[in-house]
């Protein structure tokens, strides 16, 4: 990999780390606090949130037909969403194995903790809790296939490509014949089980 290259890495990396502290800053500011796998916030902040919360008759009214009309749309999603989630995980559990690649723990990357927040109500919380979870099966599944890929096919494209996964910064140059054989070795012990 070329030394600028390796050097954007890097600097993306530091980027990554000072997104997290902005992070935790807002933590402090907004009064909560991470316990486990739980969210806490302090109690004046809780009766705040309760108190803007909008009723579900008011908050119902005041929808927008056409919110009203894409519901069986959106929520018809939940099937192809689960058939992805039981897939991936299947498939992970055989293939990884067999292969010998660490597998992923769906659980980092499905967060469900909105629908705890005092301020929503019922449908938003729900919405809240869809959204999580589709978005969290996603980015699971991604990783999956990122892993998939990095063991069988570790080659960058030769067109740029948007939003490419966190493991594609590794990959082999395209048309770096030389160093293919070797880095394939590399790209795939950085897979094994621990």
């Known amino acids: ?13 530091k980027l990554e780390n000072q997104l997290l502290s902005e992070l935790e800053q807002q933590q402090k500011e907004f009064k909560y606090k991470i316990e486990g ?5 302090d109690q004046a902040s809780h009766k705040a949130h309760s108190r803007l919360r909008v009723a579900l008759l008011p908050w119902l009214l005041s929808s927008k037909l056409r919110h009203i009309l894409s519901i069986p749309f959106i929520y018809g999603m939940i099937i192809p969403i689960l058939c992805i989630d039981i897939t991936i995980t299947c498939y992970q559990h055989i293939c990884f194995r067999l292969f010998r690649i660490a597998r992923v723990k769906r659980s980092k990357y499905i967060a469900l903790d909105r629908h705890h927040l005092s301020y929503l109500n019922a449908i938003e919380k729900f919405n809240c809790l869809y959204c999580g979870y589709g978005n969290g099966v996603m980015s699971y599944s991604r990783e999956v296939i990122a892993r998939t890929e990095q063991y069988w096919c570790p080659i960058k494209h030769a067109r740029k490509v948007v939003g490419t996964h966190k493991r594609y ?3 082999v140059a395209y048309g770096d014949a030389d160093n293919y054989k070797s880095q394939l070795i590399e790209l795939r012990d950085d897979l094994r089980e621990h």
């Not at 990999?1 to 954007?8: A, E, G, H, R």
């Not at 796998?37 to 916030?41: H, I, L, P, Q, R």
Request: aromatic fraction near 10%.
């Open 1 to 13: 990999m070329s030394t600028t290259i390796s050097d954007l890495i890097d600097k993306i990396s």
């Open 169 to 171: 910064r590794k990959f």
């Open 37 to 41: 796998t739980k969210v806490k916030f």
